[in-house]
């Protein structure tokens, strides 16, 4: 990061585990964390929520969105934030000093669309225990197949089996 975090409150938006590990990271820079999530409750792991909740630098603005984001143009800065309550629709104001995005996205998959096997919300279908997709000789690693723990490490993991499963395929 360009700017210092010490004494800093920073907000981070997302209810998953992308955004609970980014909060609990940035309490170890920032000297208070807002988590803003548009539902009442997390989809982060449990054990993940039951570490942010005994955080106490930790603020949850539960039923909620960032309706605006407030700040200088030259240099451009993050000031603050509007925040909706969604229930209520009041709009509170909030000073920060840095915001973070971590809300779930769709696969970069349509590209494939009606070419390849992909389940309702667009991540590419493979056979079982295998990164092979409804085409031999065609893998699907990472974000594009993996919506349940979509972290580096386990699409580093599923990129090495796509490799050794192509390998494998090339050599037959």
């Keep these: ?82 925040v909706k309550n969604l229930k209520t629709n009041n709009v509170e104001e909030m000073k920060i000093d840095g915001l973070f995005i971590a809300i779930g996205h769709d696969p970069a998959t349509a590209l494939f669309k009606e070419q390849l096997d992909m389940d309702k919300e667009g991540y590419l279908l493979t056979k079982p225990d295998s990164t092979e997709t409804n085409i031999p000789g065609v893998y699907a690693a990472g974000d594009v197949k993996d919506k349940t723990f979509r972290q580096a490490v386990t699409a580093a993991g599923m990129g090495c089996m796509a490799a050794l499963e192509a390998e494998k395929h090339l050599s037959h």
Excluded: Y
Aim: net charge positive; charged share 35%; hydrophobic share 45%.
């Design 1 to 82: 990061m360009v700017f210092s975090l010490k004494r800093k409150v920073v907000a981070v938006v997302g209810g998953g585990n992308a955004a609970v590990e980014e909060a609990m990271f940035l309490t170890k820079f920032a000297s208070k964390v807002k988590l803003i999530h548009r539902r009442d409750e997390l989809r982060a792991e449990k054990m993940l929520q039951k570490k942010l909740m005994e955080n106490k630098k930790i603020e949850i603005i539960w039923d909620s969105a960032v309706d605006e984001v407030i700040g200088d143009g030259e240099p451009k800065n993050v000031t603050g934030i509007k």
